[in-house]
């Protein structure tokens, strides 16, 4: 087993080509373990899009194995952009003092496959090294304790002074929170518009989330009470808007992304994602067929000057993910792979956002 100080000898060597300093000065190398089964480094650069990542990557590997000898085992080296977040968005979320960037996941309409879009998302994003929370906020359709395999999790309320703190769900990485969590899975909800709000309000303000880099919120399909209400609790950082490629879903999310850019809410609407893109049977991989149309987000993110964030196909795998509690996302799988990609673009585009941006502030609903 190698020492830090060898192996940071070692990369002080590795000079970022743009600025002419070795990547240890810059503190480019964020974290670092060694051990028995080798050396892991990750890899912060100033710059989320830093075009020399990939050969900064290939010169560590080479300086370690030049400094430490062939016998040097180098289990990983990974990059982590860093989060931004200005000083003026964390003032906005007193309610969430940890929390570093709060992301609505919504959809026009139910049945596009949003929730399974957050929740593959919240665990990408984790796996890519950040902290990360979700919050169930579809009250009355929760279907988050299902993809995580957890229906008869019971989350921990421990009584203080100062009020109660429910203690998330910690699976796969991520943070959890669903109303799901508190009903039977047999019941329906029936509850008026304020209590489904209020409800809302105790998992943001009540729920131990602690420190985290993202936490996303998984919105009730189109436009409602719940929504209004987490605009006004929290300062969100930017919203995605979920959909198929069929003309009827598409409609919807106009109204959705109409809805985040309306002057009340303004809330930066970070990008699309295209779920059921197209469909691809087990037994032929390679086969493509667009049974909800072919680029019909393509075509919106164009006329609504949005990104494109990804395109997630229709396959087997992803059902069956969600159904039994174990979200594709875990695979080493090309659609695993599909959303490991859209994380890396959805860290991209929050710090961009972050950077380019006013920070959002909490709406405020003159009576």
């Not at 859209?342 to 003159?366: D, F, H, Q, Y």
């Amino acid at each position: 087993m190698f020492s830090k100080k060898k192996i940071l000898k070692a990369l002080s060597g590795v000079i970022h080509p743009e600025n002419g300093k070795d990547i240890v000065t810059l503190g480019l190398i964020t974290e670092l373990e060694t051990g028995e089964d080798g050396i892991s480094i990750t890899i912060t650069p100033e710059k989320s899009n830093d075009p020399f990542i990939s050969s900064l990557k290939s010169s560590v590997a080479r300086a370690l194995k030049e400094a430490l000898g062939v016998d040097a085992v180098i289990k990983e080296i990974r990059v982590q952009p860093r989060v931004i977040v200005t000083k003026h968005q964390q003032n906005e979320n007193k309610v969430l003092p940890g929390v570093k960037n709060i992301i609505a996941v919504s959809s026009g309409k139910g049945g596009v496959g949003k929730t399974t879009i957050a929740v593959n998302l919240a665990i990408a994003l984790a796996k890519k090294g950040f902290t990360a929370g979700l919050l169930d906020a579809d009250v009355f359709g929760p279907s988050v304790p299902r993809m995580f395999d957890a229906e008869n999790y019971h989350p921990e309320v421990i009584r203080e002074k100062d009020g109660d703190r429910i203690i998330p769900l910690f699976k796969y990485g991520v943070k959890v929170l669903s109303t799901g969590f508190f009903v039977n899975p047999a019941d329906a909800v029936v509850w008026r518009g304020p209590m489904a709000s209020n409800f809302l309000k105790q998992m943001i303000t009540q729920g131990d989330w602690g420190d985290l880099d993202y936490l996303l919120f998984d919105l009730p399909p189109g436009t409602s009470d719940i929504h209004l209400t987490l605009v006004q609790e929290v300062a969100v950082t930017g919203a995605i808007v979920v959909s198929t490629p069929q003309a009827v879903a598409i409609a919807d999310a106009i109204k959705g992304i109409s809805m985040f850019r309306s002057e009340k809410i303004n809330v930066p609407v970070l990008g699309l994602v295209e779920n059921m893109s197209w469909f691809t049977p087990a037994e032929l991989p390679g086969s493509r067929y667009f049974i909800f149309g072919k680029d019909g987000c393509s075509a919106l993110a164009k006329e609504m000057n949005v990104p494109l964030l990804g395109q997630i196909p229709l396959v087997q795998g992803i059902c069956e993910g969600s159904d039994n509690g174990h979200p594709v996302v875990l695979d080493d799988s090309a659609t695993g792979k599909a959303f490991m990609l859209l994380a890396g673009v959805v860290i991209e585009k929050v710090s961009e956002r972050n950077k380019e941006m006013r920070p959002t502030i909490k709406v405020e609903i003159n009576k």
